[in-house]
């Protein structure tokens, strides 16, 4: 069954950034783009363990730190093709609040 989590305001990440929170057992990164959407994916790379937070941030795209892999954020596939990332739920209540949901 499917469980929200509140990660605090949208706030603490500055527009273009990413930041990894811990969420149960689980480490989540959350990106905020420039346009002020937010994402949420696995915190590591699938091919070198990245850290994914500290990546570069585009539009919807997401380019690992290690080795420049790049990321769609809406459906976590890579644009070259082999591992992808596995993509959370994430919203923002109207208080600026995000809403992670994890299964």
């Not at 080795?67 to 596995?86: A, I, M, P, Q």
Request: hydrophobic share 35%; with cysteine.
């Amino acid at each position: 069954m499917p469980q929200v989590h509140a990660l605090g305001p949208v706030a603490q990440i500055p527009e273009g950034e990413g930041r990894t929170f811990t969420v149960g057992s689980r480490q989540v990164a959350v990106f905020r783009t420039r346009a002020g959407k937010v994402y949420a994916t696995q915190a590591e790379c699938p091919h070198r363990q990245g850290p994914l937070a500290d990546g570069l941030l585009g539009t919807d795209t997401l380019v690992c730190p290690l080795h420049e892999w790049s990321f769609d954020l809406n459906t976590g596939e890579s644009r070259l093709g082999g591992c992808s990332l596995t993509v959370y739920p994430i919203a923002q209540a109207p208080d600026g609040t995000l809403l992670l949901t994890l299964e």
